[in-house]
């Protein structure tokens, strides 16, 4: 029995770590591991002087605090010997077994390429890392630090196990991080705060994620974590008093109500208080004001009846209440939140939850192995690894690590919305996600055919903005592809990278012909939308380093050059030559009234100055368009303008300044409908493009718009025209030749 042994205090230490739940056996492999990697790094040490031993049991005791299964403790005891000592993989294999082996190998191959190995320079037995004498080494430092991430979130979709040692490695590192010279530090902490903080936070690991985030910011900002940290100290006297005399009063009073609560005192997180004074722009004098409960009381209907009882002892701050147990936050977490105003007229945060939403919060993932019964935890489980697996799935296609960490920022870091699939299972997407993401999302194939979407069963264009709670349903065609359109950043049509890949990867596998027709026609078409009918191709082609015009084409047909680029060379171009749009420059603005300064957007429109809120030179000003007197301009914060029904009769007018500008001739043709003009003239508003005189014809349904308008350059004018085709109705918008 290993009790009976008188243990060395590191493995005593260890041993009182364990869960309760852990069996004899358990335990005598956990011992057997602690002497195992004892001797394979006797002689080591590491920066801080201790033997290298030590980071192996911390590794071990983090999860096992958290409840990992044994194996995966064991396998933390370990995690360093293939790396660093002499042990292989088929010495483990032998002592503990596959399953350990495997986590192990798992842990090693995270941290094996050369260089990058130790791309976190730590643990690294006091090695250093010659620095990057110049700017080629400092990149190809970066690619090294961007391909380990790559592996650690490949790796993360084999074995979620493996992951969680990894980030328990990372957070004893960060406590020892003190120990390492100064730049090391920053850089080693910022990748932290980068990475592997939103990394937990992703997996729900909150003890985690909150240690990782003040560890890394004590060194990526050490003045101002030293000023919080001094304050919290000078405050926690009076802080403590006042938090215990909250805590009796609230058990008073949810045990009047008969339910059994666990009330505690929210610790103070030094990041999250520097966060929020950012985010309120606060002094900390404000900030640590605020303080927090929590109550864990044993089931849902009791987080509710406490919720209401607390407000009504106390006025609720409006718009601080928020409901995740009806609807979790994207990375599973629940709880009720709200802030009252306290007795002492200052407020109070306070976070209800029952104990299996507690240990959610605090473990996230891990939280699946703490109970051996099955229950929701599992499917959440479920849910999280399908997530990661999904995840993965298209990033084995990425081959370039930085556009994969790229990626891994946009498409995983960023806030995230969650909507629905007709049959309501929830999906997970970042912030700014338009129905063309969802459907890739969904499945490639939806991706392709998509043509249409609705939302809660209206109708959208496919530029829509998805939000939380929204039910998306993808209309599809039977067949077909995506539209290259869809890649035009000019029409916001794509958020996530992964559709992106998804769309050039569909585009890159048409035959070199389809894609040379296709990029001849949009780049042949678009000259001529644009009226630049002389433009010489070929020389376009070398100025883009192409063998021929023909390999030009076809990088414009497969998307690996965007038109975009292509009408941005071609502006600056243009620009350097005199005649920019081969026309005559605007004549300069004209005074429009009496006044001493023009108004622009209006020309031509008779004006006048409202008499109820006097704008002057520099207010805010849009203008009103008035039956039968032109346009009034006003503030735009005037009481009367505000309380206006007809919004679609203000227009959006500026202070004018002679700009250069160049008037052009626009037409487009369409299937007349109502509130077309008013889409056109929203679309020049929001681009502050003056509209100097219009024509309109309608010819049994079909209707020919000229305009006149005043663009500052080509790449404007090309915006304007693909966000007025892609009006519906809208069959074509070109510039008229200049003549
Ligand atoms: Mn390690």
Not at 66 to 78: E, K, N, R, T, Y
Not at 305 to 328: K, Q
Not at 677 to 688: A, T, Y
Request: glycine content about 6%; overall charge neutral; hydrophobic content about 40%.
């Amino acid at each position: 029995m290993v009790s009976t042994e008188k243990l060395a205090p590191l493995l005593e230490n260890l041993m009182e770590s364990l869960p309760e739940s852990y069996s004899v056996v358990d335990r005598e492999m956990i011992t057997h591991a602690y002497h195992f990697a004892e001797a394979a790094h006797a002689g080591q040490k590491r920066a801080s002087g201790e033997p290298y031993i030590t980071h192996c049991v911390a590794v071990a005791m983090i999860l096992a605090e958290m409840s990992v299964q044994p194996i995966v403790v064991v396998a933390a005891l370990l995690h360093d010997t293939v790396e660093d000592t002499s042990v292989t993989l088929a010495d483990i294999r032998r002592e503990f077994g596959d399953e350990v082996a495997k986590l192990v190998d798992g842990v090693t191959k995270l941290t094996k390429l050369p260089h990058v190995s130790r791309a976190d320079g730590i643990g690294d037995n006091g090695m250093e890392f010659e620095e990057p004498a110049d700017q080629a080494r400092k990149d190809r430092r970066r690619d090294l630090v961007n391909e380990t991430l790559r592996k650690t979130f490949l790796a993360m979709g084999e074995d979620i196990r493996v992951v969680l040692i990894k980030l328990a490695d990372r957070l004893h590192n960060m406590r020892t991080l003190g120990y390492l010279p100064e730049p090391k530090r920053k850089r080693i902490a910022q990748e932290t705060m980068d990475i592997f903080a939103p990394l937990a936070n992703r997996l729900g690991i909150w003890q985690i994620k909150w240690e990782l985030e003040d560890l890394s910011f004590r060194y990526i900002n050490p003045e101002k974590y030293r000023e919080i940290a001094q304050n919290l100290a000078e405050t926690r006297v009076e802080r403590e008093r006042q938090m215990k005399e909250i805590i009796e009063r609230l058990q008073k009073i949810v045990k009047d109500a008969s339910i059994s609560a666990q009330i505690t005192g929210r610790s103070k997180h030094i990041y999250s208080i520097y966060r929020k004074m950012m985010d309120k722009q606060k002094p900390f004098e404000q900030v640590r004001d605020i303080r927090g409960v929590r109550l864990i009381v044993p089931d849902i209907p009791s987080c509710y009846a406490v919720l209401g009882i607390i407000h009504t002892h106390w006025r609720p701050m409006p718009s601080e209440f928020d409901d995740y147990i009806a609807a979790p936050k994207d990375n599973f977490y629940q709880s009720l939140h709200t802030a009252v105003i306290y007795d002492d007229g200052r407020p109070l945060e306070v976070q209800i939850r029952t104990p299996e939403m507690d240990e959610n919060a605090e473990f996230g993932i891990a939280a699946h192995w703490r109970y051996k019964e099955k229950g929701p935890r599992d499917e959440q489980y479920e849910q999280r690894i399908n997530w990661l697996k999904k995840l993965m799935d298209w990033r084995q296609d990425v081959e370039d690590a930085n556009e994969f960490v790229d990626g891994m920022k946009t498409d995983v870091f960023q806030d995230r919305v969650y909507v629905f699939t007709p049959r309501g299972d929830i999906i997970d997407l970042p912030a700014g996600s338009t129905p063309i993401d969802f459907a890739y999302h969904v499945h490639t194939e939806i991706g392709n055919r998509c043509r249409g979407a609705k939302i809660n069963g209206k109708l959208v264009t496919l530029d829509y903005v998805l939000k939380t709670g929204d039910q998306v349903e993808i209309l599809a065609a039977k067949r077909g592809g995506p539209s290259r359109d869809w890649l035009n950043p000019n029409l916001g049509l794509v958020r996530t990278q992964r559709a992106r890949s998804k769309i050039r990867a569909w585009f890159k596998h048409q035959n070199r012909e389809q894609n040379l027709s296709q990029g001849k026609v949009i780049i042949e078409r678009e000259l001529r939308r644009l009226g630049l009918l002389n433009l010489d191709i070929d020389k376009l082609a070398t100025d883009f380093d192409y063998r021929s015009t023909d390999d030009f084409y076809v990088a414009i047909g497969t998307g690996d050059l965007s038109l975009g680029h292509v009408i941005n060379t071609i502006s600056e171009n243009l620009k350097k030559e005199t005649d920019v749009l081969a026309v005559k420059p605007a004549a300069p603005v004209k005074e429009i009234t009496g006044n001493e300064v023009a108004v622009l957007g209006l020309k031509g429109i008779l004006t006048t100055f409202a008499k109820c809120c006097h704008p002057a030179p520099g207010d805010q000003i849009v203008g009103y368009i008035t039956r039968g007197r032109g346009a009034t301009i006003h503030r735009s914060d005037c009481p009367n303008i505000l309380r206006m029904k007809d919004r679609e009769r203000i227009v959006k007018v500026t202070w004018g300044e002679p700009q250069n500008t160049f008037p052009v001739d626009i037409q487009i043709k369409a299937y007349d409908r109502q509130g077309l003009m008013g889409d056109i003239s929203n679309i020049l508003n929001n681009e502050n493009i003056n509209l100097k005189d219009i024509k309109l014809n309608v010819t049994h349904n079909l209707a020919t718009i000229v305009l006149i308008v005043e663009v500052s350059d080509i790449v404007q004018l090309s915006r304007t025209l693909t966000l007025i085709e892609n009006l519906p109705n809208v069959m074509e918008a070109h510039r008229l030749n200049p003549g």
